[in-house]
Nanobody
Framework: QVQVVESGGGLVQPGGSLRLSCAAS????????MGWYRQAPGNQRELVAT???????NYADSVKGRFTISGDNTKNTVDLQMNSLKPEDTAVYYC????????????WGQGTQVTVSS
């Protein structure tokens, strides 16, 4: 069993910064990637940023240049530094841990609310 726990989030004014952290624990091996997704009310869950065990990153166009993802393979942790936040970044942010052996397994955290408002 794999547990994924997020921390961080909260309320911030437009232009401000927040940092999200995530740790995966349990029966973990062959982690392919970890990352962040978000879901705003009425919208589908969408990719924000991911990082593979090899360090390759992928960002949604809407956050490029503002968000930075970083990870530690040895600890199975991933952080998301969010700068220059905009009201449209408001959403519940979910951490994802993707494990690939002969099958693919996706594990999700419970989500953390990020609200950008003045």
């Amino acid at each position: 069993q794999v547990q994924v726990v997020e921390s961080g989030g909260g309320l911030v004014q437009p232009g401000g910064s927040l940092r999200l952290s995530c740790a995966a624990s349990g029966d973990i091996f062959s982690v392919y990637s970890m990352g962040w997704y978000r879901q705003a009310p009425g919208n589908q869950r969408e990719l924000v940023a991911t990082i593979t065990s090899g360090g390759r990153t992928n960002y949604a166009d809407s956050v490029k240049g503002r968000f930075t993802i970083s990870g530690d393979n040895t600890k199975n942790t991933v952080d998301l530094q969010m700068n220059s936040l905009k009201p449209e970044d408001t959403a519940v942010y979910y951490c994802n841990c993707r494990i690939i052996t002969k099958d693919e397994y996706n594990y999700w955290g419970q989500g953390t609310q990020v609200t950008v408002s003045s």
